[in-house]
C-alpha cells in the first residue's frame, strides 16, 4: 500500500460541502466533531471522486476496471463474508477450493497419485501469491541445506531486471538477494543468463510470462532446459517459479502449445492475478504448488478459534470471500471458450492498435501485443519532445498511457506502454489511435491552427 504521511492540523483544511443535509464543513485531516446526513456524505464524497480518472480510458493499468452486473450482484450479496471463516461460510471455502483444482487443470498439474497432488490457496492478489511462492523456496533451500549438513549461507533469487516490484520486496523482506540480471538484447531474462546467475545459495529461478514493461513472455522451457543442464554439469538443483500473474490466464487459452506450466518437471509453482486477466475486480491472485511437498508444512498453520480447524497460508488473516466468489464467476460464466474469445479479441486490439502506432511514423514498436495484449513502443528519434510529455499530452483527452525507461541493460530506452483490457473496444481503440496523433501533431508543431472559443 502506499505509504502517507500525518498533516499537521490547519483551518486550511477544510472542506465544503455542496449539499445540505448536516455536511457543511469537514475538516480533511480530522475526524468531524459531529455525525452526517448519509445522503449528504455520499454526494460530498461522489463529488470528490469525480476527480479520478476514467477507468475504462486506464490504458496503464493490467487490472481488471469492468464486469458483468451479474458478477457486481454477487459481490455485493458476499460483501460481508469472511474467507478465511470457512467454518461460518463452508460453501465459500468451497469455491476457492473448487477454483484451486480449476487452475491446476488448466495448468497441467501432474494426475493426482499418492500425496503428490498441486495444492493451492487464493491471496489479495498476484504480489501476496509471490511472497507466499519466495517462502516456500527459501525454506526448501534451506532444508536441502541443513539436510546435506552445510550452512544456509545468504539466499539468493534469480531473475530478469524486468521483474515486478513486487519481488525486490520479497528479496528485502525476507532477507533474500535479489539477483538481478541485466538486459542484454532482450527485453526479459533469457536462458543462457538465467543459468549463468544461478549459483549453491540460488533458491530458484522466476521466469516471468508476462513482462510489465513490455507484455513479452519470458522462454520458460528454455529456461527449465539451462537448469537442466546445469544440474547435470554441476549437481545444483535449481526450481523455477513463474510469475504468470498476467500470462497464466492468457497462455492457457490462446498459446495452448507453448509449454511454461506444470508440464516442465523444473516448474516447482506458479502465481496469477485473478484481477488482471482472470477478469475479476481487485484483490484476488492465485498460487499453486506443484505438489505438497513442494510447500513446506512449517509454512502451513492451523487455525481453529473461528470454529474448526483448518491449515492455512498467507500473509493477511481476515480477507473477503467477494472477490474469490467472482473470480468463480467468471470460471462458470466464460469457461474455457469464452475465456478464449475475450482474451483473443483483447489480443486482436492491441495488435491494431500497435499497427497504428506504427503508420504514425514517429515509433518504434518493443511489443506489439502478441502474447501479452500489451503494446510498448518508443519516439524513433528526438523531435523537441519526449515520451513523458506525449504521456503527458494524453491526459488532455483523458488517456492515461503511463511513460517509464527501461529496465537496467536498456535503461536508455523510454517508452509508452498501452496495457488492453476486456470492456476495451476497437472504437476506442480507433479514438486512442486519433488523440495519439493528434498528440504527436501538437507536439511536434505541426497543428497550428486554433479554434476560437463560441458561445
Known amino acids: 500500500m502506499s505509504l502517507h504521511k500525518h498533516h499537521p492540523r490547519s483551518d486550511a483544511d477544510i472542506v465544503d460541502s455542496a449539499f445540505d443535509g448536516g455536511v457543511g464543513t469537514i475538516p480533511k485531516h480530522r475526524l468531524p466533531r459531529g455525525s452526517q446526513d448519509a445522503d449528504a456524505a455520499m454526494r460530498f464524497i461522489q463529488d470528490e471522486l469525480m476527480l479520478d480518472g476514467n477507468a475504462r480510458q486506464n490504458l496503464a493499468t493490467f487490472v481488471t476496471t469492468w464486469m458483468e452486473p451479474q458478477a457486481t450482484t454477487l459481490i455485493r450479496a458476499s460483501l460481508e463474508k469472511n474467507i478465511i471463516d470457512k467454518d461460518e461460510y463452508p460453501q465459500s471455502a468451497e469455491i476457492e477450493r473448487r477454483c484451486v483444482n480449476i487452475l491446476a487443470d488448466l495448468w497441467n498439474a501432474p494426475t493426482p497419485t499418492g500425496g503428490a497432488d498441486a495444492v493451492g490457496c487464493s491471496t489479495t492478489g498476484s504480489s501476496e501469491a509471490a511472497m507466499l511462492a519466495g517462502m516456500a523456496l527459501k525454506w526448501r533451500w534451506r532444508a536441502r ?100 500473474a498476467s500470462g497464466g490466464f492468457i497462455a492457457p487459452f490462446l498459446d495452448r502449445e507453448l509449454k511454461w506450466d506444470f508440464r516442465l518437471d523444473r516448474v516447482r509453482s506458479i502465481n496469477a492475478s485473478g484481477h488482471k486477466y482472470g477478469l475479476v475486480y481487485p484483490g484476488v491472485g492465485w498460487v499453486l504448488w506443484r505438489s505438497e511437498a513442494d510447500l513446506p508444512k512449517d509454512l502451513i498453520f492451523s487455525v481453529d ?45 492491441a495488435r491494431t492498435i500497435a499497427d497504428g502506432v506504427g503508420r504514425l511514423g514517429p515509433f518504434t514498436l518493443l511489443s506489439h501485443g502478441e502474447e501479452l495484449p500489451v503494446l510498448a513502443f518508443s519516439l524513433t528519434k528526438p523531435d523537441g519532445y519526449t515520451v513523458y510529455d506525449l504521456s503527458h499530452e494524453l491526459r488532455s483527452y483523458g488517456w492515461i498511457v503511463p511513460a517509464y525507461p527501461m529496465p537496467e541493460g536498456m535503461a536508455d530506452v523510454d517508452v509508452l506502454r498501452v496495457v488492453v483490457r476486456n470492456g476495451f473496444t476497437f472504437d476506442l481503440a480507433a479514438m486512442f489511435l486519433a488523440d495519439l496523433a493528434k498528440s504527436v501533431d501538437r507536439l511536434s508543431g505541426a497543428a497550428q491552427a486554433r479554434v476560437a472559443f463560441h458561445h
Open 145 to 244: 541445506r541443513e539436510a546435506a549438513g552445510l550452512d544456509a549461507g545468504k539466499p539468493n533469487l534469480v531473475m530478469g531486471a524486468n521483474v515486478q516490484v513486487c519481488w525486490e520486496k520479497f528479496a528485502r523482506y525476507w532477507d533474500v538477494e535479489a539477483r538481478l540480471v541485466p538486459l542484454d538484447g532482450a527485453t526479459h531474462l533469457t536462458a543462457a543468463q538465467a543459468a549463468a546467475a544461478c549459483d549453491e545459495n540460488t533458491i530458484g529461478v522466476v521466469a516471468v510470462l508476462g513482462s510489465t514493461f513490455d507484455g513479452s513472455y519470458e522462454p520458460v522451457a528454455e529456461i527449465a532446459a539451462a537448469l537442466d543442464a546445469l544440474q547435470a554439469d554441476t549437481g545444483l538443483d535449481v526450481p523455477v517459479h513463474v510469475d504468470a
Open 305 to 349: 478459534y473461528l470454529g474448526g480447524s483448518m491449515p492455512t497460508f498467507a500473509l493477511n488473516f481476515s480477507r473477503p470471500a467477494a472477490q474469490v466468489i467472482a473470480q468463480y464467476y467468471t470460471l462458470v460464466r466464460y469457461g474455457f471458450e469464452g475465456f478464449r474469445s475475450i482474451q483473443q479479441h483483447s489480443r486482436d486490439i
